[in-house]
């Protein structure tokens, strides 16, 4: 009688964890399905501040509740939503000692309606005198959040033009920053600029699995959700779907958080981050990463673009910023013995690393790499009306996303921790 009992109890328990096992799987009709909703003309393209990126975000936080994930500390949605301000130059002019400069040589980036800088506004003045550099430094400065007159070389009338056509986004603040083209000099001078303001809001869509013992040990699972919305120049296909950019890195959140609640096996509490406005210039990931204590964040998979064969094939993938912590050889040791290769990101000239939604927390210190397939050089259907739920790969595209689950796998259960990325003190 004994003997039947236990052997019924051992049933009991193999069936059980045999069902939890089979539950943690990452299902490619799943994956399908995520992905043809969120790449749908329906979705129009998923551009931040639209409709259709409303949509979208509706769309994750039903997701996330199905699969039981909780909201972030003190919130009650799984949207995060942020304001942002989107300024419009009416005017701008500019004297240094007496003499007028071309308005095309100045940009103002404030949230003031009326600005006006003298030298006793106590305005830092900085200059930029490498080229290369100038997209760089534009946008570190921005993050500065500091008044700041800088001075561009006139050599770089080019990219200063381009810089200038570029739709600037702020987070709200009493700092602003001029860009003057020329190295104009003078202890006597006026800038002045006057701005429509509008502000416009915006959503992040995250979840939370606490972790069951080390629940102020984060671990991120990201990707971006918004894309380009439509181009309402052509007729026959108007909608950018972005179904490789990022409805891919998207559906592997999704498809990850199903798989962690079921395997039960997470120490660390995950989140799992699907952001806004990354085509923009990643205002989204900015948010989150202003709401999180970036000591508590131990890692951050961000998922880029994974829908089609990387460049060495089938079951493999590439990490960005490879040398600049140790979670690439923790995720390569996870994945040995397994079918899946991952290498260092094979375009270190495109700087990837610092042009994903993994930037701002990697420039905390945060070892927070971007997981991708993308072939950088040769990805025909990048940024085009084309990038279409038919041109991916979707059976490569879930074996990506295990790949990535049993990668994660040793920091997940809290066993290794990667080192830290050198902080980047300009990006504060
Ligand atoms: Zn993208």
Request: aromatic fraction near 10%; charged fraction near 25%; charge should be positive.
């Amino acid at each position: 009688m004994k003997r039947y009992f236990l052997s019924l109890l051992f049933t009991a328990v193999t069936i059980i964890s045999f069902a939890q096992f089979s539950k943690a799987i990452i299902d490619q009709k799943e994956v399908k399905r995520i992905e043809t909703t969120l790449s749908a003309d329906s979705m129009e393209g998923r551009k931040a501040f639209t409709q259709g990126s409303e949509k979208a975000a509706n769309f994750i936080s039903n997701e996330f509740k199905e699969i039981g994930l909780e909201s972030l500390k003190g919130t009650k949605s799984y949207k995060q939503t942020f304001s942002i301000l989107s300024p419009k130059a009416i005017s701008i002019s500019a004297s240094f000692n007496g003499k007028y400069i071309d308005p095309k040589r100045l940009i103002a980036l404030t949230c003031m309606p009326d600005l006006t800088i003298t030298p006793t506004s106590g305005f830092r003045k900085v200059y930029i005198k490498q080229a290369a550099e100038l997209s760089k430094q534009y946008s570190d400065f921005i993050k500065l959040k500091e008044n700041l007159i800088v001075f561009i070389d006139s050599s770089m009338t080019k990219t200063f033009s381009r810089l200038s056509a570029r739709k600037q986004f702020l987070f709200k603040s009493d700092k602003s920053i001029v860009f003057v083209l020329g190295n104009f000099t003078g202890d006597d001078f006026v800038i002045k600029s006057e701005n429509e303001i509008t502000e416009k809001r915006a959503a992040n869509v995250v979840g939370v699995l606490p972790g069951k013992s080390r629940k102020n040990e984060l671990v991120i699972f990201s990707a971006h959700y918004d894309h380009l919305g439509i181009d309402k120049a052509t007729n026959n296909d108007s909608v950018y779907n972005g179904a490789n950019d990022d409805a891919s890195g998207v559906a592997a959140v999704i498809s990850l958080a199903r798989y962690y609640k079921a395997a039960k096996n997470n120490e660390r509490t995950l989140i799992f981050a699907a952001f806004t406005a990354e085509e923009l210039g990643g205002y989204g990931s900015q948010y989150f990463s202003q709401q999180v204590d970036p000591l508590e964040v131990k890692a951050m998979f961000n998922i880029e673009m994974i829908g089609t064969e990387s460049k060495w094939g089938s079951n493999s993938a590439y990490i960005t910023g490879f040398e600049k912590s140790d979670m690439g050889e923790i995720l390569q040791k996870n994945l040995q013995g397994s079918n899946f290769a991952f290498y260092p990101d094979p375009y270190p000239e495109q700087d990837l690393f610092y042009r994903s939604d993994n930037a701002t927390l990697a420039r905390l210190g945060v070892p927070a790499h971007t997981i991708s397939t993308s072939k950088m050089d040769n990805e025909l259907n990048y940024h085009k009306l084309s990038d279409e739920v038919q041109t991916l790969d979707l059976k490569n595209m879930s074996e990506i996303i295990k790949s990535i689950a049993i990668s994660a796998v040793s920091i997940v259960t809290g066993k290794d921790t990667p080192t830290r990325v050198k902080p980047d003190l300009l990006a504060r």
